[in-house]
């Protein structure tokens, strides 16, 4: 069982207390949970009452007292706190070092100082925001929380809009919602509701200002003679001035341990807040079958739909709270109902099973596997991939850049990052590469279990390498491909065997890459295989398209219904071989090349028009969705590429069930496909015409030589000729093949890889 450890800092049963208690509780069926609090404090008394293990200190807890109705800032109680810090960094230290847990967790945004020490100590860690930044408040104080949270490995919220206002994308986000104990869904005798009986409102806040007793009060100078008030919170003689003037009886019930009585005996539940903060009573209430009227701010907004689970009316408004409060007098079937609409709310959200499955959940990846990955920039196969890596793991992305240079900064695949990440500061080099800074820091994080490094030939990824070296940390080097271009020697090879030689282990999605990490030094035991890919197990088309199909996608994109189509897509760069593809297919009667990717740049065209080629199209940039089409519309794929280290358009055109032409510079091509022309040619003059020959023999497509205008011209020829049959037989193989390389095959891949970082 895996060991949290808590630290609190007041003793006091405030909210921040209770919600501890609550969330020790539950972690403690799954976990081994101790929390350090104030010595001889109520807090520590509560936990011994319920069984929990508690570490008493007796030091003072510095904290940063800046947040919605705290001390005044920069006031006597921050400073006072922040002389208090030093010493308590250097406890929490010390106990996380003779206790090892598996986790610490902060109670209180208010710690949040503390994480940056506990990190060096190799724990990971964790922070509940479970207070309320003010409205307006300190720029420089947001943002020196904001890094500060970003240094954990999770941070925990209470509401779906605090995770939303402090925007870290750096660590692991949970809403972990605050419980009601399940004493309080119990069913009661309703004494409310009750025609002819007094409507009865409750208001919990004491007196309190940020709580709303002013608001409340002139409220109450409103109220008609059939309602009347239940003040709960403080003693009378603290309550009873606000109410001097009030037009309805008002009760006072003191500060109550048990309100669940208190709640049962009400109609509606109040909640005038001046000041936007959590408002536990909202879901109490709730809890015991009960509406609230509350003050419409955004910060809570989500607890409460105005007309559903309660009303909510203009902060501070005093009339406006009266009139609400009036509507549902008058009108107590619609309480009634609100009331139990706020009731199935709080089931769903706040009661114990509920909460306590997703803190266990949040929890278990706290203390489970983490792993940095760096990496150059965000594309969007590579947010597809994390993200389905950050189901199986804690998955930190560290991008170099933002986007690469000429393409698009909007490279968040289909689906926003599930994963957490972060950026280098640092000068852009290159296309997609940088000179970043901070990599120092981040990859001698003692918390990560793994780290993959996606390369090593931009200087942030040397200056990883270089620095896990000299600190003699174990990382993971990975590569998408690889072409060996040089005979083992030379100024080039020496840098690159520099660089990739001395990795733990490596990720390698092929035969070529394997030979390409071996020729720069790796040792063949360490290197690991993984599927590379752009597709997850739904992309990928059930069977070749059929005839119908076809034809019905070539009249939408306005192609020939008869004669053979092949597809190409890719940028109008030379290495794309565009221009032999232009040419091979000049004068090839009954065949259509379809070129997409992009707009072809003036050589392109001038080759067009010098050799009069009449069979190319050219169908610029396409949507995700149009190209799945195009695809499905061709009868084979053609990528004559000079040099591909790998070349995900393979996979998507298998994907779509197509055979394919590509050369032996593309790595995607040798490993998914393998035959060349030749070979393919001889397989089918051995199978004399057998239509099966392709599924028999695995054949997928052919291989050709890079440049080789003639060679290709004939594979266009051969592929033209084919029967029917065995294009959709190849295409069948081609599907068989790339089930294998899909993200979440990828992902599990990766998933599978020990810990290797505190070896």
């Known amino acids: 069982m895996k060991k949290i450890l808590f630290i609190h800092h007041c003793g006091d049963l405030g909210g921040a207390g209770i919600s501890l208690v609550r969330t020790m509780k539950m972690a403690s069926e799954a976990f081994e949970v101790k929390a350090c609090v104030p010595a001889g404090s109520p807090v520590e008394k509560l936990l011994r009452e319920n069984g929990l293990e508690s570490i008493p200190y007796d030091v003072q807890a510095g904290t940063i007292e800046y947040y919605s109705g705290g001390p005044r800032f920069p006031g006597r109680t921050y400073v006072k706190q922040a002389l208090n810090r030093p010493a308590f960094a250097s406890f929490v230290k010390k106990i996380i070092n003779s206790e090892h847990p598996d986790a610490c967790v902060f109670n209180s945004l208010t710690l949040s100082y503390l994480v940056p020490a506990a990190v060096k100590t190799g724990v990971k860690t964790g922070i509940f925001v479970r207070e309320t930044f003010p409205h307006g408040g300190s720029k420089a104080m947001l943002a020196k929380y904001r890094r500060l949270l970003g240094e954990a490995c999770a941070v925990f919220y209470i509401s779906g809009f605090d995770r939303d206002f402090w925007k870290i994308t750096s660590a692991e986000n949970f809403v972990i919602r605050n419980s009601v104990p399940e004493e309080f869904f119990a069913p009661s005798a309703d004494a409310g509701n009750i025609s002819g009986k007094p409507f009865t409102v409750l208001y919990t806040g004491g007196a309190n200002p940020i709580k709303g007793i002013e608001v409340i009060a002139r409220a109450a100078e409103l109220f008609p003679g059939n309602i009347r008030l239940l003040a709960a919170g403080d003693p009378e003689e603290k309550m009873a001035p606000y109410f001097k003037n009030a037009s309805c009886p008002v009760e006072y019930l003191g500060l109550v341990e048990n309100m669940k009585p208190v709640y049962d005996s009400a109609d509606i539940v109040a909640i ?211 072409i060996i271009k040089d005979g083992g020697r030379g100024f ?90 232009i040419s091979a297919a000049c004068g090839v009667k009954d065949l259509t090349v379809v070129i997409a990717g992009g707009e072809p740049t003036a050589e392109y065209l001038k080759i067009m028009a010098e050799k009069d080629v009449r069979n190319v199209r050219f169908a610029g940039f396409s949507s995700k969705e149009t190209l799945e089409k195009m695809y499905r519309a061709c009868d084979f794929f053609v990528h004559p590429t000079k040099s591909d280290v790998w070349g995900l358009v393979i996979n998507e055109a298998m994907a779509a069930g197509l055979p394919v032409i590509t050369t032996d510079m593309c790595v995607a091509g040798v490993t998914l496909i393998g035959d060349s022309l030749e070979e393919l040619t001889r397989k089918i003059a051995k199978n004399d015409g057998k239509t099966r020959f392709a599924a028999e023999n695995n054949c997928t497509g052919a291989i050709i030589k890079p440049s080789d205008i003639g060679m290709l011209k004939e594979a266009l020829i051969f592929f033209r000729d084919l029967p029917d049959e065995i294009i959709a037989s190849m295409g069948e193989n081609s599907l068989r093949v790339i089930r294998d390389y899909t993200f979440e095959k990828m992902a599990a891949a990766h998933a599978s890889i020990d810990n290797i970082s505190k070896k």
């Open 492 to 581: 080039r090879f020496a840098v690159k065997k520099h660089f990739i030689k001395g990795a733990e282990k490596y990720l390698s999605p092929s035969s070529p890459a394997d030979r390409y990490f071996i020729h720069y030094g790796a040792e063949p035991e360490r290197i690991i295989r993984y599927p590379f890919t752009s597709l997850f197990e739904d992309d990928i088309c059930p069977s070749p398209a059929s005839s119908e199909e076809k034809k019905a996608l070539r009249r939408e994109f306005g192609l020939p219904e008869t004669g053979r189509i092949a597809f190409a897509c890719g940028r109008f760069i030379p290495g794309k071989g565009y221009e032999e593809l």
């Open 272 to 482: 005038p807040i001046v000041t936007p903060h959590q408002a536990r009573p909202v879901f109490e209430a709730g809890a015991a079958g009960k509406p609230v009227v509350i003050s419409d701010f955004p910060e809570i907004s989500e607890y409460v739909t105005d007309g559903f689970g309660g009303l909510k009316f203009k902060p501070g408004d005093s009339a406006m709270l009266a009139e609400k409060i009036v509507f549902m007098a008058e009108n107590r079937g619609k309480c009634r109902k609100m009331g139990e609409n706020n009731r199935r709310l709080a089931l769903e959200n706040h009661s114990a099973e509920s909460v306590s499955k997703g803190l266990v959940a949040a929890l278990s990846r706290l203390t489970g596997t983490r792993c940095l990955h760096l990496t150059n920039v965000p594309s969007p196969y590579r947010v597809d991939f994390y993200n389905e890596l950050s189901k199986s793991e804690q998955t930190v992305v560290c991008f170099e850049r933002k986007s690469a240079k000429g393409r698009s900064g909007s490279w968040f695949g289909r689906s926003n990052p599930l994963f957490a990440y972060k950026y280098l500061r640092g000068v852009p080099l290159g296309e997609d590469k940088a000179v970043s800074f901070g990599v120092k820091k981040l990859v001698l994080r003692p918390d990560f279990d793994k780290i993959i490094i996606s390369g090593y030939s931009s200087p942030a990824e040397m200056r990883a390498i270089s620095v896990l070296r000299s600190h003699r940390r174990p990382y993971i080097l990975s590569a998408d491909g690889g």
